[in-house]
């Protein structure tokens, strides 16, 4: 449910929390991506940084260039210019990873787990069961079957926060307890309703499915791709993992690490906001493919 | 050209402020986690303020200067030396091409600076060279400085004999007993009255866990209203557990029943409440503190934390130096 007047509140004196409303519906992550683009587009004085999330958007500001009061005001007037979230329209790429589905790489990781931590299901085999599939199969054709919105790049560099744009591509399952002691970088996992590429070695809860050869981000901006932004992705783009199988992902992890990888990102399309929600309402998420 | 002898226990290449405007790429600001000290180091040696230096933590390191230079030692008492003579803190030196300066163990603080005329001129990595570890960005390598080692150094020519006027400098005694500011909020909320009351009156220690990533505190347990207790499932079962949120650098984020600070090599969002935030203004003090150190928290307004920063940055100018 959309707030009537988003809830703004203070995070110390460089930041503030504006949230749409408090459940996970997806339109208050497009509201707050509306408002990200409005303060790009406004280039509001004292603005440092945004960053949204699933009902939120956070935002830096320098209070030598602006005053707590004056950014309340304006995050006001720029919130009450959003309108009706079904007249939203956001600038989103299409990126497509290729993905290896119950590699060798994650298996080893849940499988240390197993070993050091407690045993555990399979993870591709836990979340089949929860959510009712058939079969690995149906895991991979379910998941690699939609487009993946980009809720927020968060957390640990160029790590992207996705849900499935088709309401019959939701998987949701609960995190590992205890976490894992490590994760293999680019490493794809599900967990609650979401997706995540791991970015780096380093601790996780989601479930491991896949993994990619496709790196995230590159710091020393070497490939083309990296020029404008060290990290691939930005909130409101879209993903979409094609499987591939072993001899493939080798095949591009070997061009990735000469540097002579075409990644795959279009950028011909906008996202209508009540387009895609006109659409999903007519979807039924039990229908799975 | 400085030649790293012994590194200190981690001891990196920071600036200030840091690596602004990536959070929502995933970069924390990282930078200098008592920027006060920092800074003063800096403008002693004829540097701008934000010009990359070097963060010492708990045990310094052994440098030795290749080339002549102007130094400045500020911050944690790490009793400097200078080819085995004491080397006086809060003041420039000038060094000789051969001499070696020796930091010991923090007697006094727990973070030591030391800016050198020029300042470290390794490459920048999104318009900072402030070490971020975790992604192997910045600094030498990416990484805490390690014995071997060659740490550039730029051109510029520094003063020695200037000093910071005692009265400008962050104040280190020997109590262990630190007085915090904390703005409620962004979830304060979340937490009942017993709670906040609790927050700002009892002693909180300051836990070996801690680092620039987070400082983990140990207190009593926390008490929540029906907003944590009773809410939609999709913000989890723990009371502190939220639907993912952006956090604030600063904020004393509630892991269960453990708050942790997150401070400059922080996440930028994840899942659980922020009942307060620690203002930029008290960074300086979280910087100085050492494992079981007290935490006493005073609550104030986002007008005071304004203030607060300002009192501090009015501190870091050449009008502090004599």
Known sequence: MIFAEPVIRPGGDRFVLVQFGDDAAIELNFLALGLKAALTADRTTGVVD?????????????????????????????????????????????????????????????????EKVKPREFDPDFVVRLNGLKDRRQLVRVHSGTEHWVISVCSLPGLPLLRPLDPRSLLTSPKYDPPRLWTPPNAICTGGMSTSVHTLRVPGGYNLIGRTPVPMWEATQRMPIFKDSVVLLRAADRVKFVPVDLDEYLDVEARVKEGTYQFNVTEYQRFSVGAYRAWAAKQDPLARF | MITVV???????????????????????????????????????????????????????????????AVIAVTGADMAPTLDGGVLEMWRSHAVKAGQVLALGPARKGARAYIAVAGGIDTPPVLGSRSTFHMAGIGGLDGHAIKAGQTIPVGKGKGTPGRRVKPDARPALGDSRTWQIEAVAGPNDDWVDEAAHERFVSVDWKLQARSNRTGYRLDGPEWTFTERATNKRPEHGEHPSNVLDHGYPVGTVNLCGQTPIILVVDAPSTGGFINPYTVPSGAFWKLAQAKPNDIFRFTRISVAEAHELRRSIDRHCTLDSLE
């Open chain 1, 50 to 114: 945004t960053n949204p999330s699933y009902n939120s958007l956070i935002v830096e500001y320098d209070p030598d260039l602006i005053s707590h009061d004056d950014l309340l005001v304006e995050l006001r007037k720029l919130c009450n210019a959003l309108g009706q979230v079904d007249t939203l329209v956001l600038e989103s790429r299409l990126a497509y990873l290729p993905t290896m589905y119950l590699d060798p790489w994650t298996k080893e990781a849940i499988e240390s787990y197993c």
């Open chain 2, 6 to 68: 012994k590194p200190g226990l981690e001891t990196s290449v920071q600036d200030w402020p840091g690596r602004i405007g990536f959070w929502e790429q995933g970069f924390p600001p990282s930078g200098p986690f008592d920027s006060w000290s920092f800074r003063l180091a800096n403008l002693l040696v004829g540097n701008q303020p934000g010009d990359a230096g070097l963060e010492c933590q708990f045990m310094g390191p052994t440098l030795r200067f290749e080339r002549d």
